[in-house]
């Protein structure tokens, strides 16, 4: 469940910037840059296209996601210190494996998506980071979402979500700071793999 709600959250992501940043006068508009993501993405989840194309939408989903997410900020998070430990080849084959993890975990999920509504709530820039509180409205359930942005030259780019209080980033340090305590970097990168082939597989739900 949670997963499936993380996945509504990315889809309407880019639609939750608006109104005055704390500092910001002199940085790029978050909302200005991230719209046309956003409606990319919407456009391609409206797309009926043809039946079994699914694994297409989902490409097609990617690539405009590459433009609006961090992901190799997202990966190094998700690493902690060990990110440092690796070597430039596996930390790139890591941020492979982490964005195709991603992809089955919530992108292939999007079709919850269902025009949902979103209220805005207090939004701020510190640095090259910023972070946006919203409230998602889902029928009568109100669910409170935040945004971690980072600015990368002079584009802002998400590289953390927390909804219901819970990082997406957390979510994985904490799983693979565990998976590090007992093994090396090779065994955690073989049960990505081995995670990702169960998704291709259609074995792991929600």
Known sequence: MKKRLMAVVIVVAGCMWSGAYDNALALPDPTEQLRPFVAQIIQVLSDPGDDGAAESKVDRIMAVAQEGFDFREMSKRVLGRHWKEISPEEQEQFVELFTELLKYAYVSQMENYTNQKVEYGKQRIRGKRAQVQTVLVDGERKIPVSYIMLLRGEQWKVYDV??????????????????????????LTQQLK?????????????
């Open 162 to 187: 927390v909804v219901e209080g819970v990082s997406l980033i957390r979510n994985y340090l904490e799983q693979f700071q565990e998976i590090l305590r007992k093994d090396d970097f090779k065994n």
């Open 194 to 206: 081995n995670k990702i082939v169960e998704f291709q597989k259609g074995e792991t739900v929600g």
